[in-house]
């Protein structure tokens, strides 16, 4: 690694005049600038972040917060941790990751500190307590989520709301009456919003398309897999023949057993929506219709507004909704004449 040493013998200064070059923190002839600046470049040299703030630039670096708790499913957080780092690097930013349980500490402090350029929030929750300090640091904050209270606040996140409404249709579509609608684990609805999202949009569209509607959480489904199979077979003795899952895919599994212990074909017999799934359902043993939760898309657009907010700050806060889209696998049994 080149060291400031080296610049300043290439350059012909001392070693303090590179630092006030490169700081600004005192003038230097515009000749002797562009000297050291270039051989700071032939050399490959990078001043550490302490320097370049202080010379107001940027520190090419965007904090993650993203609190892992005892309930995180992992799978499905780091899949947005990894598609966020990676569209990050395509721009030339690296990401430090905060993953305090209590969120409002790391992101002050990378605030105060001015450490990084942008703040990107994940696993946003109803209440966020990370809601009133983006509101309150000069650091550009971009949600991945959508908490309740979004005044002022820049949002990216899937349109969970229509992706329910796009489930409910499919299946009202081929003539289902009743749908099982399997949530997410109970934790879940109270501390992230996502799932209530789009619990809110299959229930509002049931009601407005007259179909009957079932819901269950899926419980802790490691400890207590009982709890989701009791509410499967209750829906199938009760002669409900059509499912939603919005839920991790260890429950399309159990759903698509407790089928095919019955006999009854997938597509057939019974209809199946993966509602917002961020997993690979090609992964199943059973095809499924899938309205897809890709990390890439919300993560994406995420970090190229942060650039933009970057290069230009006063643009107006925004909520950005990615539209769902629908993957049919022959899953929905096609309506009876």
């Known amino acids: 690694m080149t060291t400031i040493h080296e610049v300043a013998a290439a350059a012909g200064v001392s070693i303090s005049t590179v630092s006030y070059a490169l700081s600004g923190k005192r003038p230097v002839s515009e000749k002797t600038r562009r000297r050291i600046e270039d051989a700071a470049t032939s050399l490959g040299y990078q001043p550490d972040a302490g320097a370049r703030m202080l010379a107001g630039r940027r520190t090419n670096i965007f904090a993650l917060t993203e609190p892992l708790r005892a309930d995180t499913h992992a799978p499905t957080h780091m899949a947005f941790v990894l598609a966020t780092a990676v569209a990050a690097r395509r721009r030339g ?28 929030v ?7 307590e990370r809601v009133e300090i983006s509101r309150s640091v000069r650091t550009p904050t971009i949600f991945i989520g959508l908490p309740d209270d979004q005044r002022d606040l820049t949002c990216v996140d899937l349109d969970f709301e229509a992706a329910g409404h796009l489930a409910v249709d499919r299946l009202a579509d081929a003539g289902s009456a009743r749908i099982l609608l399997l949530g997410q684990t109970e934790v879940s609805y109270r501390k992230s919003n996502f799932p209530r999202r789009l619990l809110h949009g299959v229930q509002e569209r ?7 509607l079932t819901w269950t959480p899926s419980g802790a489904l490691v400890t207590e897999p009982a ?11 009760a002669g409900i023949r059509a499912f939603i899952v919005h839920a991790a895919n260890d429950v399309h599994e ?3 057993g407790a089928l095919a212990e019955r006999g009854l074909a997938v ?28 990390p890439q898309d919300s993560c994406e657009l995420a970090v190229e507004i942060a650039v933009q907010r970057l290069e230009d700050p006063h643009l107006p806060a925004q909520i950005h909704l990615i539209p769902p889209t629908y993957r049919p696998a022959g899953s929905v049994a096609p309506a009876r004449e």
């Open 93 to 120: 930013y690296d990401i430090l990751l905060l993953t305090d349980e209590q969120t409002a500490e790391g992101m002050n402090r990378v605030a105060a500190s001015n450490l990084v350029d942008a703040i990107l």
């Open 122 to 128: 994940l696993d946003v929750a109803p209440d966020d």
């Open 206 to 212: 049931s009601a407005e398309r007259g179909v009957e």
């Open 227 to 237: 709890v989701v199979r009791v509410a499967i077979d209750t829906a199938l003795d």
């Open 254 to 256: 159990l759903l698509l």
């Open 267 to 294: 597509g057939v017999d019974v209809s199946i929506v993966s509602a917002a799934a961020s997993f690979d359902t090609a992964m199943l043993p059973t095809p499924i219709d899938t309205i897809p939760l890709v």
